[in-house]
Nanobody, 123 residues
């Protein structure tokens, strides 16, 4: 199982970015998928997740209403649309997959990780 995240970059506060996470190696019909982020000097924190088959979505309070997680089953790709970005959203963003249908918000509950993609929001 391989995950590849991309789409990060530099954006001004108030702007938008869309991150993508391409999954390969097997189908993900029973996997939960999530996005996490890690800012310099901080722990990796939960951002958003959903159950691939069930469609239930969960968001961290800090991004609720601004970020949207979605998927394209045909492309085995998960997206994170980020709007109204703030400087405090600056971090390396990681996508992750969990071998379970139930969504988790703890990084230790995820089995596969992609490489991170850096998002920098300037004020």
């Amino acid at each position: 199982v391989q995950l590849q995240a991309f789409g990060g970059g530099l954006v001004q506060a108030g702007g938008s970015l869309r991150l993508s996470c391409a999954a390969s190696g097997r189908t993900f019909g029973t996997y939960a998928m999530g996005w996490f982020r890690q800012a310099p000097g901080k722990e990796r924190e939960f951002v958003a997740a959903f159950s691939w088959s069930g469609g239930s979505t969960y968001y961290a309070d800090s991004v609720k209403g601004r970020f949207t997680i979605s998927r394209d089953n045909a492309k085995n790709t998960v997206y994170l649309q980020m709007n109204s970005l703030k400087p405090e959203d600056t971090a390396v963003y990681y996508c992750a997959a969990r071998r379970a249908k139930v969504v988790a918000k703890t990084k230790d509950d995820y089995d596969y990780w992609g490489q991170g993609t850096l998002v920098t929001v300037s004020s």
